[in-house]
């Protein structure tokens, strides 16, 4: 079993000096189960959480090897685009609107895009979009939909060259990824002079985390770097970008998506989303502000 797993050193600061905050209550053959949906139940799987004692960073060690994580996205199906498009598109215009306080029609990469909800939204406001994402079917998904620019790779297997994006956005993306440090070096690398960086995480110190605890939907298996505002901010600053600032924007859940995880947490879930009350719930939007989960961490080259 030892060969499924890496050991990392922090992967802010670099150093090897933790405490434990939380031991792994996965099972050898939970590795091999495919990752998750997007819907995350409380008192899913996790790794070993452990916390640095040099910059407090949470993250989890070890973790399954890069390339098999890596594997894990990319083979990942696209099975929720349907239940989630409009909550995600509701997101998506408050998202942009934040962007364009400080940007406005540049050019702008979206890294792990998933089903393109946000970069359409971005392309319809006037920005010249490029998005990166590993999963096959759910960038197949984006270009149908959507017509979107998309690549489907590791965003550091891409070639692009220096000072290329005015604009780069990683939502939901930098808990998944096994050396944060490095992807946010290569994201200072690509963007112009004066270039705008916008990362969102799931919040460990946030209010629904504080409520949950151990039993929070975003300690899972998936999760395997657990950021802080103050975290966040300290990494995109060792990547080389200045003038961070913590933002929020207006999320978006519709009540079909709150039902789902009750029903699969209860072991009666029917696929409700293509009956007549389910398409009516998913109508349903119920707006948040996004910090009650995420932080949100603006900084500039």
Same mark, same amino acid.
């Given at each position: 079993?030892?060969? +499924?797993?890496?050991?990392?050193?922090?992967?802010?600061?670099?150093?090897?000096?933790?405490?434990?905050?939380?031991?792994?209550?996965?099972?050898?053959?939970?590795?091999?189960?495919?990752?998750?949906?997007?819907?995350?139940?409380?008192?899913?799987?996790?790794?070993?959480?452990?916390?640095?004692?040099?910059?407090?960073?949470?993250?989890?060690?070890?973790?399954?090897?890069?390339?098999?994580?890596?594997?894990?996205?990319?083979?990942?199906?696209?099975?929720?685009?349907?239940?989630?498009?409009?909550?995600?598109?509701?997101?998506?215009?408050?998202?942009?609107?934040?962007?364009?306080?400080?940007?406005?029609?540049?050019?702008?990469?979206?890294?792990?895009?998933?089903?393109?909800?946000?970069?359409?939204?971005?392309?319809?406001?006037?920005?010249?979009?490029?998005?990166?994402?590993?999963?096959?079917?759910?960038?197949?998904?984006?270009?149908?939909?959507?017509?979107?620019? #998309?690549?489907?790779?590791?965003?550091?297997?891409?070639?692009?060259?220096?000072?290329?994006?005015?604009?780069?956005?990683?939502?939901?993306?930098?808990?998944?990824?096994?050396?944060?440090?490095?992807?946010?070096?290569?994201?200072?690398?690509?963007?112009?002079?004066?270039?705008?960086?916008?990362?969102?995480?799931?919040?460990?110190?946030?209010?629904?985390?504080?409520?949950?605890?151990?039993?929070?939907?975003? #300690?899972?298996?998936?999760?395997?770097?657990?950021?802080?505002?103050?975290?966040?901010?300290?990494? +995109?600053?060792?990547?080389?970008?200045?003038?961070?600032?913590?933002?929020?924007?207006?999320?978006?859940?519709?009540?079909?998506?709150? +039902?789902?995880?009750?029903?699969?947490?209860?072991?009666?879930?029917?696929?409700?989303?293509?009956?007549?009350?389910?398409?009516?719930?998913?109508?349903? #939007?119920?707006?948040?502000?996004?910090?009650?989960?995420?932080?949100?961490?603006?900084?500039?080259?």
């Amino acid at each position: 079993m030892d060969s +499924l797993f890496e050991y990392r050193n922090c992967p802010n600061c670099g150093k090897d000096d933790f405490t434990v905050l939380l031991e792994s209550n996965m099972k050898e053959d939970d590795f091999q189960e495919d990752i998750a949906t997007v819907y995350m139940l409380p008192g899913d799987k996790y790794g070993r959480h452990v916390k640095c004692r040099n910059c407090q960073l949470i993250y989890v060690n070890p973790i399954e090897k890069a390339g098999k994580i890596n594997q894990n996205y990319s083979e990942r199906k696209n099975v929720d685009a349907s239940i989630i498009q409009e909550s995600r598109l509701h997101a998506a215009k408050s998202q942009v609107g934040l962007i364009k306080k400080y940007k406005n029609s540049t050019s702008l990469l979206d890294i792990g895009c998933g089903e393109g909800f946000f970069l359409s939204n971005a392309s319809k406001t006037g920005y010249t979009t490029k998005g990166i994402e590993l999963s096959q079917d759910a960038a197949t998904y984006a270009k149908r939909e959507f017509g979107l620019d #998309i690549e489907v790779r590791h965003f550091e297997g891409s070639q692009f060259p220096e000072n290329c994006f005015d604009v780069v956005t990683l939502w939901q993306v930098l808990e998944h990824l096994p050396y944060p440090l490095t992807t946010l070096k290569q994201v200072y690398r690509i963007l112009k002079p004066g270039g705008l960086v916008i990362v969102s995480t799931p919040d460990i110190r946030s209010t629904t985390a504080r409520i949950f605890r151990k039993r929070w939907w975003n #300690i899972t298996r998936l999760h395997i770097n657990q950021f802080t505002t103050n975290t966040l901010k300290d990494i +995109l600053e060792n990547a080389g970008f200045k003038s961070m600032s913590s933002v929020c924007y207006r999320e978006s859940v519709s009540l079909l998506m709150l +039902l789902i995880p009750v029903l699969r947490y209860l072991k009666v879930y029917k696929s409700p989303e293509n009956s007549l009350y389910g398409k009516t719930m998913n109508k349903l #939007i119920m707006p948040y502000p996004s910090k009650i989960i995420s932080c949100t961490v603006l900084g500039s080259k």
